[in-house]
């Protein structure tokens, strides 16, 4: 089968024909439809110092995908869920069910997870092995956007994490694809107002395509000030903090209200000096760190969203590329313009 | 000023002129523009055996309303915060804020409540004497949906106590005006789906009209088959049981699904034989009593939902009559086939 | 090996020697080393309506045990957390994995469970197969206390669900087995005031043995009142209903103060007459279901309170008999003045 | 009578003779019998950038105190719950019960709070005028503990904050009174294990008096890697940090165990690095800012630990002086060794 593999320490992959994987006996084959790329295959592609620390070439890339089960180990079919035919997702990150994190409601913080394109083979390729357990059926979803819920997962888990939005402000702070995606989500939820910044006018737009009531260009407009303004002076209840940069995490503290809360999703490259007197104790804030999925009340309230039409996440995809044109769309990626890119591998 | 009295047990009501309230030092003097009349106030009007145990002759009638600040007390004006002239609604149970609920967030269930137009004078006059406290600003929210706030916050707190609702489906078993009204806030909460019951044609037609999926006459359907048939056969995450009848109550708990919840808001007039053993514990449901509103989460939200338009509770108003009507008023109540009532008191 | 099998439709049990039960992939195969014998064994042995119902002979008995690994299916050991020798105890329900309930933290309700004992051959026996994923390192803990771990732990979803415990009263109605656990459990957990009832004095000892400041004997006193008495009038802030009896639903939903919890465990052989109105909605109770345990906080939670010795659940074991003597275990606990009954089956 | 007064700008406090203070009409005036000094009583002592940008001299310090009745203002009286003779605490923070946080649960973030020793006259006096639903009855809790339960509720809020702390582990950064507190209200709410860090023995000994299991000497012990020696590697459910140093967060953060939760109650007095993407995001942290005490929650619960003896703060009262005394507790304080420091005023 066609795979897209990094093959060897250093930039780049190669569209390679490798085995169709073997199956154990709780696993699923399934041909892969779609596939998403996402910023950690560009950081892959790149082989930046995370991935030279993380991947042990070879490995087949690629964790966001969908497809059609083709065949199912002897305990997987024994258990009578799945079957051949089905159209699915699946949940990439593969967790051993034992430790402290998967017993309490935490799987996606798992000791020992093994995530599918970075520990083990991965959806850039024709086929891929899972475990019946990481299966999500699409049960009428789109496989074109049952092959993105990965990064929609992550949006849900960023907004809903915390009080219940309904009624809420809701500020997305950097409109990646999920970022867009959180907006929509937030909408999805009843969230009263979702004010979103960027610095990039086109994914603005694609935020005002989710639904954004406000929408903040970041390189010309002081941010705080207009949420101040926005909200009659308190701030947000809510910031999903998508950007990782230094100065996302000044403004989602100034922008949040005294009670409030900040979700932080973004994944900064370096650190940042907080003042937590000022902005956490004596304004009472909770933070926290969004890794994930969580497994599966994330992947529950994505499938209700999605199959009721509640979150429509079409606005956001802006480019398709066969298997073969991964560079193209790794290029597209690094530009800092595309929305969601998803590749186009079978049928 | 006048005033809709009880003024001796027994049924009916009074259309008296009686001197304005006097002002403590922490109230606030409140122009009465309009009230809501409620299934409460029929009670009253009939004089049942609930009222007779309640209520103290002579008081003055009415708990739902909204209004303009004519003059404050003392304490109410240094607190600077409310000022002559505001258009205001008011939370109508005045609570103790001492005792173990009120201190623990429960102040619904404060031990020592006194509820206005039921144990002190209420809202069917020309003015009310409100604790400053209790009044809430209606920042831009009309001043005749400001008048039935108080039974939209127990929509609101039947629709919200528990999960977020957002991607849930939701069941709410009579449509009546709180029925009704929790159609919407559910739908502005983000349920995914939305599913309404009743005997009454006129007020399914309502539900239909404030965002119900599906409508269930109970006369002629078969309500919780329809319901799992909706559900892929799993059942509903939230009834919402606001028919009070041990009838409704077989429903509620039937068509919730395992490990949902039931929060019951209908009061029932007499014993429910319950089957703990097939119906709650080996389901693992939770059930919930909806007493008043939460002081003041549930106001925060509902206000929230208002001023955006995600929530517009206009379909579910039918009748408005003057203050002289309200025989009028007590009689279509009592028909049934009314939504919510109106009084239009001053301007 | 050695094994008591419900051989047929019909009451009694018969000990057999039947084949070591062989060993799927994800199974972990265990020498059973001690078993806790369960008021469910007893409507086993009676062969009451509900055994007839859901028992399909033949059946190999029990679902409370503990042991020693003996043999690993290749998946199992492949995942390298389990091992040969280690003493282990095991969740009973095993479950799907795929159903609502089990994607969102309720696996206990799956939709597809098999109890160990009841669905699928059970523990009174030499050997039982188990997946790797029910089994439970016990670390420290005692194999005879591992063997009542699934009694205990009934005992701490009941009281762990709902708010924090910590500085609460507590009421913990029928001093059975799970009674009298639940009493150790709040006691662990920081309330601050256990009071217990039963009909049986030797019951209420063993209460007071495991903690509670108060036992009340509802042959004899007005348990409401005395609760009312030692909790300054209020009622208490949970109740753990452990009696299944119509008699004890009234006494729970007295018992609890407004805004209160009553989580209910017994199981009714009948209906209750519930007073919704006065007794839940105008006290804005919550009332919860408990099946089985939590998977897996409540053993989490558990395996603390066990391994610290904040939770001593010896008082409450007061007989062993060996695996032959099943007959005089079931009359023993018939006769209602035991507490909780183990099987030495191994070693 | 008496009060220790900051007269004008500048270090220093003075002993005059001061009116009683005037009766508001919701105002209770107490006799103070017993007052606590806190680290901001010594900011204020050396006006420090701070003390000088908030306070108003002249201006009656001292935020935490206990009393006994006076007089009630007419409103207060009417009340009927509050009487001359009783002996009370109160909460220092007066709020407005208006704004958004008040409204919904968060009246320790009143936007409009004036505590009283900083922003209004406080208790370092014979008497003092608080309104009365900020006072809270003492009901069999001694009036020298009653002095402290400002301080104690600090811990109370830092402790029992997320999750319940039952069954955890909870590691105690900083040993200061509140510190310690926070040990002893771990332990009362059922925490398997506590671990407390200081620099200094004697604050050390006086951990272990409030019940700590293991304390560590961060001037000569790696405190991250024996704390997660104590865990089984896995690091602790909860950090209370009390210290507010940069060094502090950096052990906090590397301290909690995936999953796992820090609540800051230490207010630093520079800025701290913070590796979001290492420390928070990857682990799934949550962070919580801790200011003041909830209202009132924290106060029931704290009432409830220390009327049951669950909660002995006795150990950490190390140092007791007469109103006259106030430079000499302020040497104390400023000398490091010291635990609480009561100053005993009236009888």
Redesign the interface.
Known sequence: MRALVKTSPGPGMELQDVPVPSL???DVLIRVLYAGVCGTDLHIWEWDAWAAGRLKPPVVIGHEFSGRIEALGP?AEA?A??KIGDLVTAEGHIV???C??C????G??C?RTRIIGVDRDGAFADFIAMP??NVIPLDGISPEIGAIMDPIGNAVHTV?EG??????TVFVLGCGPIGCFAVGVAR???A??VIASDLNPTRLEIARAMGAHVTLDASREDVVARIREATGG?GVDLVCEMS?HPSG?AQAFAAA???GRVN??G???R???????RD????????????GRKM??T????Q??L??G?LDPRPVVTHRFPLEGIADAIRVIKEGAAGKVILEIGR
């Open positions: 154990g006996p709780n305990e258990e869920v799945l051993c069910g034992h402290l994190p017993r309490t409601g935490n996606h913080l000791y019946a357990s809903l009080n219940s939005v309904a009624g809420s999805a939820a009843g009263s107002q308190e990782g995490h209200r005294p009670g932080l999703l994944t900064p490259s650190t940042t000096e907080v003042n937590f007197a956490v104790i004596f304004k009472g804030l909770t933070l926290y760190g969004v890794t599966y009340s992947w529950n309230a994505m209700r969203f199959r009721t509640q």
